[in-house]
């Protein structure tokens, strides 16, 4: 299926566009902001000839372009004879929202920077009228929340599955080095039987055959791991339904050579058999001597 798309987000100022671009980074589109309207057709025949590498392209053009503004009903005019497929997402909100948001934010308002908010405001949307009515998708941002931004933008332009929204990274670690600063969940997998003591597999890692063999072969390690994956199988999607992109679970032992990092292998195992975005990583083995 083919996932090109090029959207163009405009607007009132205040209406919450920066909040929108972090959202669609997230989403995987390429960003970019107060992009003058007239390089527009030219940078989307750049990306068309990145081979694929940037495919999903978010461009944010208001007012702050100045007279270039102006060129953007021209060149969206060239783009549809052209038949360069843009859509173009305007968001808006009242006047009351708006003249709230610039009072909190303390900020002027760029068509009034000496003048009153209510001006500016007003010759704004006189100004972006052609626009709006150009617009695939209006969005009213008066009264949504930042998750219910999000989720709408999610909704509109997201276009995959609550799995590949999301990325995991499992971490192995080893406590006497500390708990990793970024991690969501920490377990602690001290308690399953040590490889340490077990004097040929000292020195090996819990990605060496005879290491994994030792770990698996307890009871308690099957009835663990069945209970750790049902306990994340259940958290991740809440993560994922509060907005989370990114996730990081820590399991740790003593040095984070054997345990952790055999508990973390089955892990991502099973969370990529799911469709997740999973990516691994063992921070504490090279502080080891390893023998394989």
């Given at each position: 299926?083919?996932?090109?798309?090029?959207?163009?987000?405009?607007?009132m100022?205040?209406?919450?566009?920066?909040?929108?671009?972090?959202?669609?980074?997230?989403?995987?589109?390429?960003?970019?902001?107060?992009?003058?309207?007239?390089?527009?057709?030219?940078?989307?025949?750049?990306?068309?000839?990145?081979?694929?590498?940037?495919?999903?392209?978010?461009?944010?053009?208001?007012?702050?372009?100045?007279?270039?503004?102006?060129?953007?009903?021209?060149?969206?005019?060239?783009?549809?004879?052209?038949?360069?497929?843009?859509?173009?997402?305007?968001?808006?909100?009242?006047?009351?929202?708006?003249?709230?948001?610039?009072?909190?934010?303390?900020?002027?308002?760029p068509?009034?920077?000496?003048?009153?908010?209510?001006?500016?405001?007003?010759?704004?949307?006189d100004?972006?009228e052609?626009?709006?009515?150009?617009?695939?998708?209006?969005?009213?941002?008066?009264?949504?929340?930042?998750?219910?931004?999000?989720?709408?933008?999610?909704?509109?332009y997201?276009?995959?599955?609550?799995?590949?929204?999301?990325?995991?990274?499992?971490?192995?670690?080893?406590?006497?080095?500390?708990?990793?600063?970024?991690?969501?969940?920490?377990?602690?997998?001290?308690?399953?039987?040590?490889?340490?003591?077990?004097?040929?597999?000292?020195?090996?890692?819990?990605?060496n055959?005879?290491?994994?063999?030792?770990?698996?072969?307890?009871?308690?390690?099957?009835?663990?791991?069945?209970?750790?994956?049902?306990?994340?199988?259940?958290?991740?999607?809440?993560?994922?339904?509060?907005?989370?992109?990114q996730?990081?679970?820590?399991?740790?032992?003593?040095?984070?050579?054997?345990?952790?990092?055999?508990?973390s292998?089955?892990?991502a195992?099973?969370?990529?058999?799911?469709?997740?975005?999973?990516?691994?990583?063992?921070?504490?083995?090279?502080?080891?001597?390893?023998?394989?």
């Amino acid at each position: 299926m083919d996932t090109s798309r090029l959207v163009i987000i405009t607007g009132m100022s205040g209406a919450g566009k920066t909040q929108v671009v972090h959202i669609m980074e997230d989403l995987g589109y390429f960003c970019v902001d107060n992009l003058p309207p007239a390089l527009i057709p030219k940078f989307a025949e750049l990306c068309a000839q990145s081979a694929g590498r940037v495919s999903r392209i978010a461009l944010v053009v208001d007012i702050r372009g100045g007279e270039f503004f102006d060129e953007l009903m021209h060149v969206l005019g060239e783009m549809d004879r052209e038949a360069v497929m843009a859509e173009v997402l305007f968001l808006e909100a009242s006047d009351s929202t708006l003249i709230q948001r610039y009072k909190e934010t303390r900020r002027r308002h760029p068509l009034a920077p000496q003048g009153r908010i209510s001006e500016g405001i007003r010759l704004e949307r006189d100004r972006l009228e052609y626009v709006r009515g150009r617009a695939t998708h209006i969005i009213d941002t008066s009264n949504l929340s930042t998750q219910q931004l999000k989720d709408r933008i999610t909704e509109l332009y997201g276009g995959e599955s609550e799995q590949a929204k999301l990325s995991v990274n499992v971490v192995s670690f080893g406590f006497k080095y500390g708990i990793p600063l970024d991690a969501d969940m920490v377990f602690d997998v001290r308690f399953l039987p040590n490889p340490f003591y077990v004097e040929p597999l000292r020195c090996k890692t819990g990605e060496n055959p005879e290491v994994r063999e030792y770990i698996n072969k307890w009871p308690v390690t099957h009835q663990f791991l069945k209970r750790l994956q049902s306990f994340i199988d259940f958290l991740i999607p809440h993560y994922a339904k509060e907005g989370k992109s990114q996730l990081v679970i820590a399991i740790g032992c003593t040095g984070g050579m054997h345990r952790s990092v055999f508990v973390s292998g089955k892990v991502a195992e099973a969370l990529r058999e799911q469709g997740y975005r999973v990516a691994i990583e063992h921070r504490d083995i090279k502080h080891n001597k390893v023998v394989e």
